[in-house]
């Protein structure tokens, strides 16, 4: 079983493909903190630099997916699922102009998923010691 630490809904895989068509490669980031911090932000690929405790949560539409350390250590029992709901995005992210925003929901992992992804995170980590 192959677990994700983030998804997308076919409506943001939808979004995405148009966004990556107008603006070439994306990248996401999930931070946390008040008013656009706490929305998933879509960049052109390089246009957000990546800090130390960023994490790469995985990838949505081919895209890397990125949070915040403090974020993620939140967050680390649940799945994020990348959605779009009608809006304005963030002043920096990509979809604002779309008159849709992407938006993050969460749903806690199941036991069996939590195994899973404790297994295969400590063998990855055990790979590059």
Known sequence: MTVDRVTATSAAL???????????????????????????????????????????????????????????????HTQLIIDVVPGRGGMFSLEGPTGQRFLTRSRLFTDAEWAELQATETAGNADTA
Not at 20 to 48: K, T, V
């Open 14 to 76: 939808v979004l995405i493909a148009q966004l990556r068509a107008q603006h070439g490669p994306l990248m996401f980031h999930q931070s946390g903190g008040c008013c656009d911090g706490s929305a998933p932000m879509c960049y052109a690929q390089g246009e957000f630099i990546v800090g130390d405790y960023d994490r790469l949560l995985g990838h949505i539409g081919g895209m890397p997916f990125y949070i915040s350390g403090p974020q993620f250590e939140y967050w680390q």
